[in-house]
Nanobody
Framework: QVQLVESGGGLVQPGGSLRLSCAAS????????MGWYRQAPGKERELVVF???????NYADPVKGRFTISRDNAKNTVYLQMNSLKPEDTAVYYC???????????????WGLGTQVTVSS
């Protein structure tokens, strides 16, 4: 059983910062990529950023220059440092991982339960 556990969400004022963490646990053989999606009320879930096992990253345009993703492969953990937060960043942030359970197994997508980020004065 694989679990992705997020932490670090909360309420912050505009211009403030938050750091999200996501730890993957269970019988994991390898992780191809991990990342973050977000879903605001009434909107579809959208990609925020992902990072591959090799360290390549892909940021959505609205967060470029403000958010930074990093990864600790030894801990199967990914971090999202969010700076200069705006009210439009308010959403539930979901951790996502694309991983393999065995050498020959196919890549499988897993999701965390989400953590609320609210940016408001």
């Amino acid at each position: 059983q694989v679990q992705l556990v997020e932490s670090g969400g909360g309420l912050v004022q505009p211009g403030g910062s938050l750091r999200l963490s996501c730890a993957a646990s269970g019988s994991i053989f390898s992780i191809n990529a991990m990342g973050w999606y977000r879903q605001a009320p009434g909107k579809e879930r959208e990609l925020v950023v992902f990072i591959t096992s090799g360290g390549s990253t892909n940021y959505a345009d609205p967060v470029k220059g403000r958010f930074t993703i990093s990864r600790d492969n030894a801990k199967n953990t990914v971090y999202l440092q969010m700076n200069s937060l705006k009210p439009e960043d308010t959403a539930v942030y979901y951790c996502h991982a694309n991983l393999r359970l065995s050498w020959a197994g196919p890549p499988i997508a897993y999701w965390g339960l989400g953590t609320q980020v609210t940016v408001s004065s």
